[in-house]
């Protein structure tokens, strides 16, 4: 990296940091494929700050050291994020010990053969020619930062086998897990932990009620339908 290139990466950033600082963070910490660009849409709608995903989801081989420490730090350039790797299992606990005061949001489908529909038809259409589900061939051939990143972060985060990473019970079985640690974990603290599924209009009015926002239309926005 140039000398410019650094200086101007870091005048970035600092701008960053003074645009949030001392401001309400909120994570949205359900699964991909729940609504999170929805809820990001509305975000964006209410005004919040909203942080870069892609510099999150490359920082898989730090999370799964559990070393949370460059994702606190891209946690002060913005007030909202959502999907990687704020929807990681663990990675919540540590926003929450870094961040107190912070609100966080589950986001969750009907139940989880919903989300499993929704994950192998998006990404079967997105990187498999609408092959449902897809093989790890095609998660390694998938375009991203540096050969194969789809699948290191796919099998990664899941914990699925490296020859079967759309296995059904294995994911279904992840999506049961992480809600329930969530849920586990705030169960003394209602009011930092909010439930919703985008799909409900009545889980918008809670969703505004929850942050304090203005309620700007009849329910969520759908964004990035499957």
């Given at each position: ?16 940091w ?5 401001k309400e963070k909120?994570?949205?910490?359900g699964?991909?494929?729940?609504g999170t ?17 892609m510099k999150?989801?490359v920082l898989v ?6 070393d ?5 730090e ?8 959502q ?7 663990y990675t ?18 009907d139940d989880a053969?919903e989300w499993y ?5 998006f ?6 020619n609408?092959r449902?589900?897809?093989?790890a061939r ?6 991203g930062?540096y ?5 290191h972060?796919?099998t ?5 086998p490296g ?7 294995a994911?279904l079985?992840f999506?049961?897990?992480?809600n329930k ?7 003394h ?15 918008y009015?809670?969703?505004c ?6 309620r700007r239309?009849?329910?969520f926005?759908?964004?990035n339908r499957?």
């Open positions: 990296m140039s000398l410019a290139a650094g200086i101007s990466r870091r005048t970035r950033h600092y701008r960053d003074l645009r949030v600082a001392g909120v994570f949205c910490v699964l991909n494929k729940t660009t929805s809820l990001e849409r509305e975000m964006l709608d209410q005004g919040y700050v909203v942080g870069d995903e999150g989801k081989d730090a999370w799964a050291r559990r949370f420490r460059p994702v606190i891209l946690c002060r350039t913005a007030q909202f994020f999907d990687a790797p704020f929807s990681w299992p919540f606990m540590a926003l929450d010990r870094a961040f107190p005061g912070s609100r966080f949001v589950l986001t969750v489908r053969e529909r929704s994950l192998v038809r990404l079967g259409r997105r990187w498999a609408g449902i589900p897809p093989t095609d998660l390694k051939e998938a375009p930062p050969p194969g990143f789809r699948y972060v796919h990664t985060v899941h914990r699925v020859d079967d990473p759309f296995r059904k019970d994911l079985d999506y049961h897990t992480h640690m969530v849920r586990d974990y705030f169960r603290r209602p009011e930092d932990l909010l439930v919703v599924n985008v799909k409900r209009p009545e889980d009015d809670r969703f009620a929850f942050l304090g926002v203005p239309r009849e329910g926005p759908w964004e499957t």
